[in-house]
């Protein structure tokens, strides 16, 4: 219930041209239009870029081999059990569309916690190493 009352609240405190007060119309308005001009689009588009650089994404999963073996034996051990999607979610608490994207490799970083749940649900346990770098 609190979700659903924080998103009607942030709903009602989003200003749109329908529910400006009047006093701040013309402010509103003005805004509207420097955004949509070309040289505040590619001075956004710059900034961006300047904090992409700075601060680069993530690597998926495919360029982590290490992580990307981790989840494709985690899959392959669900699989072998013959647990489905929502088995695994009864046993772990962890909702079917965050296991899909796990075993897919669409969470970049997944937690320690989240993996070590999973594991668990299945039987399993992780056994974490320190090794030298290649």
């Given amino acids: 219930m609190g979700e659903t009352t924080d998103r009607t609240d942030r ?3 989003r200003l ?5 007060p ?3 119309r013309e402010s509103y ?6 955004r949509q001009a070309t040289e ?8 961006i870029e ?3 650089a700075e601060f680069p994404p993530k690597p998926a999963p495919a360029e982590q081999p290490e992580l990307a073996d981790v989840l494709a034996r985690l899959r392959d051990e ?3 059990l013959g647990l489905s999607m929502a088995e695994v979610q009864q046993r772990t608490g962890i909702d079917a569309a965050t296991i899909t994207r796990l075993e897919s490799g669409r969470i970049p970083n997944p937690s320690l916690g989240l993996l070590e749940t ?3 649900a299945l039987g399993k346990r992780f056994v974490w190493a320190l090794q030298e770098a290649l």
């Fill in 29 to 34: 308005e003005r805004r509207r239009v420097e």
């Fill in 16 to 20: 749109t041209p329908g529910n400006v």
């Fill in 78 to 80: 669900r699989t072998r």
């Fill in 22 to 24: 009047a006093e701040l």
């Fill in 40 to 47: 505040y689009q590619e001075a956004l588009r710059r900034d």
């Fill in 11 to 13: 709903e009602r405190r």
């Fill in 50 to 52: 300047a904090i992409r």
């Fill in 118 to 120: 999973y594991a668990r």
